[in-house]
């Protein structure tokens, strides 16, 4: 399996202000992924981070609130833009495991907007 | 669009009663069902990938079977630390390696 490490693991941040997430997996991946679960409920794909390239974002959402980066095949950051309350949420990061299909999940970041 | 329903959204169950959670799906080109569990605070353990029709796998308490169309999470004499949150997802047609989840299942086992 890979293992994967976000963080922080928890933020607690003021409307308007952004943050971003670190995501980084112990061995090459060719796919990493940004999810979102908001309170009660289950996981929503933001956007596939693709190596090298522009990520490519879900409908609902948008580069502009959410950007990504992915540098190398192990590392990717999501910022979370301009935070509203509304972006309260536990935010995280998967890689496909070594056989390619399975998909990991870091343990997530929790974040709070005031 | 693919679309995945578990139920039910929460199950109480006493320890050593067996019981089933259940995952109906709607996809184009089923290509891989997952299951996953969830402790609070943390992220999805991968649990199980089922791939056709009749599969069948198992892990200490744990079943899973798959259909054409749902499939089920069988715990059997369940204990106790086996309380999460139960979450099914697809992997299906061109979406490559994303999965879409199921609003989850949530399992307290009293002891």
């Known amino acids: 399996s890979a293992v994967i490490s976000q963080k922080p693991s928890r933020d607690i941040c003021q409307r308007g202000t952004s943050l971003t997430i670190q995501c980084q997996v112990d061995?090459?991946?060719?796919?990493m992924f940004w999810y979102r679960q908001q309170p009660g409920q289950s996981l929503t794909l933001i956007a596939t981070?693709?190596?090298?390239?522009?990520?490519?974002?879900e409908s609902g959402f948008v580069i502009d609130k959410f950007p990504i980066s992915r540098p190398n095949l192990t590392f990717s950051t999501l910022t979370v833009s301009n935070m509203s309350p509304e972006d309260s949420s536990i935010y995280l990061c998967?890689?496909?495991?070594?056989?390619?299909?399975?998909?990991?999940f870091g343990s997530g970041t929790q974040l709070s907007v005031l | 669009e693919d679309q995945v329903t578990q139920s039910p959204e929460a199950l109480r169950l006493q320890e050593g009663e067996s019981s089933s959670l259940n995952c109906s799906y709607t996809?184009?080109?089923?290509?891989?069902l997952f299951w996953y569990r969830q402790d609070p605070g943390k992220g999805p353990e991968f649990l199980f990938t089922?791939?056709?029709a009749g599969e069948e796998k198992e892990k200490e308490r744990l079943k899973a079977t798959l259909t054409k169309k749902e499939s089920f999470l069988h715990i059997t004499a369940p204990k106790p630390e086996d309380s999460a949150t139960y979450l099914c997802?697809?992997?299906?047609?061109?979406?490559?390696?994303?999965?879409?989840f199921g609003g989850g299942t949530r399992v307290l086992v009293k002891p």
């Open positions: 998967s890689a496909n495991g070594p056989g390619g299909e399975k998909l990991f």
């Open positions: 997802a697809v992997q299906a047609g061109a979406a490559g390696n994303k999965l879409t």
């Open positions: 981070a693709n190596q090298g390239s522009e990520a490519t974002y």
């Open positions: 089922l791939y056709s």
């Open positions: 061995s090459q991946v060719t796919m």
């Open positions: 996809v184009s080109g089923l290509r891989g």
